[in-house]
């Protein structure tokens, strides 16, 4: 079973979009959209899920000066105040865009021995609502926008 929840914020070896299969180089944090076995993981993608199950991430970023004033459509600004309460030190963004789709194991979970597993802390709920919100807008209004990485993401239709 994988110990993690939708909603907390995890380090990661987020992939690049340069090498979608590979563990990115850097641990990053990602948080967590959905935890799936591999029998329940055949609805989000059409990979051959491992033992391990399926978690699918979306990519954050400590770069708020990334944007002007407006971010674009599935980026969301994580003011200081929510930061703190997820566990994280700075403001951040989330881009629900950028999704991994990768098995739990220690390549893209660097931290899966350790206590916590890497969990750095949880969204909350209102947080987290915000962000699932932004996430099926993406997916029903802009699709095109969207970016799947990692071993486990759905072939491209």
């Not at 893209?108 to 932004?134: S, W």
Request: proline share 10%; with cysteine.
């Amino acid at each position: 079973m994988i110990p993690l929840r939708s909603g907390d914020f995890v380090w990661t070896s987020f992939p690049y979009e340069q090498e979608p299969d590979r563990p990115g180089p850097v641990r990053h944090a990602a948080c967590v959209i959905g935890v799936f076995t591999p029998r329940v993981a055949a609805a989000v993608t059409t990979a051959a899920v491992p033992a391990e199950g399926l978690v699918v991430g979306v990519y954050t970023t400590s770069r708020v000066d990334r944007f002007e004033d407006a971010t674009p459509v599935g980026v969301l600004r994580v003011s200081i105040e929510s930061a703190r309460r997820a566990g994280q030190a700075v403001p951040f963004l989330v881009d629900v865009r950028k999704r991994a789709f990768l098995p739990f194991d220690r390549r893209f979970f660097p931290d899966i021995d350790a206590h916590g597993h890497g969990v750095i802390g949880p969204a909350g709920p209102r947080l987290f609502k915000r962000i699932v919100a932004e996430y099926r807008k993406v997916n029903e209004r802009h699709p095109e926008l969207i970016v799947n990485l990692g071993p486990l993401r759905p072939e491209s239709r």
